[in-house]
């Protein structure tokens, strides 16, 4: 495998080289069944602290706010988080997937849409840990990822990690979390044609 680091600035460049086209590309995109699943397993009353991971340039961060909850975003691209600061409103941190900084028990939610393959599978039990530590008692993790069958590498210039459910979920077990639910995406079509693999996970 190559070098974490190496990984993780390459798979960067990419994003950084490509921002502006992957705002308009995804600015529309519909998550809300995402964004549902989240904050239907959040316990508590509103508003909620929620950690976007992987905030791109802002577009689910602008969703929470608006639903009157205190987001804050993280992404590894600096032209990122300034889109995202710019397009929310919202605080966004600068950090790497793989060297995450986060304050313990800080967040009642941490949505991570389709941000989690970027990370290698040898880094993945550090990441998904320091998530854990961040998360309030019985916080709760959603993630979204393209599914496989455990393959992992470079795909053009961006590197993914490719799970089933049984490989995900021993990894998010592994790491504390106790599984609420899953699902694949697009809802109503046949499995084949559902090539997101989303899950929802409890702080225990």
């Known amino acids: ?27 529309d995109h519909d998550v809300s069944q995402n ?4 904050l239907d397993a959040i316990e508590g009353a509103a508003p909620f602290r929620i950690l976007d991971l ?21 992404d590894g691209s600096a032209q990122f988080v ?5 397009w929310s409103g919202c605080e966004v941190w600068l950090q790497d997937f793989v060297d995450l900084q986060l304050p313990a028990g800080s967040f009642d ?12 599978s040898a880094a993945l039990p550090d990441v998904l840990l320091r998530l854990y530590t961040s998360l309030k008692p019985r916080g709760v993790l959603f993630s ?8 992992e590498g470079w795909n053009g210039s961006r590197y993914g990690s490719y799970y089933d459910y049984p490989t995900w979920e021993a990894y998010c077990v592994a790491a504390g979390f106790a599984p609420v639910q899953h699902y694949y995406r697009p809802a109503g079509l046949p499995r084949e044609q559902q090539p997101w693999l989303a899950s929802v996970w409890r702080k225990c």
């Open 1 to 27: 495998m190559d070098d974490i680091e190496q990984i993780t600035r390459r798979t960067l460049e990419h994003y950084e080289r490509n921002a502006r086209a992957f705002l308009e590309g995804t600015r």
């Open 35 to 38: 964004v549902s699943a989240l």
């Open 54 to 74: 992987g905030c791109g340039p802002g577009r689910d961060l602008r969703t929470f706010k608006a639903l009157g909850h205190e987001p804050v975003g993280i």
């Open 82 to 86: 300034e889109m995202a600061r710019s």
């Open 109 to 120: 939610g941490v949505f991570a849409n389709a941000s989690l393959f970027h990370v290698p």
């Open 144 to 151: 979204s990822n393209p599914r496989g069958h455990n393959e």
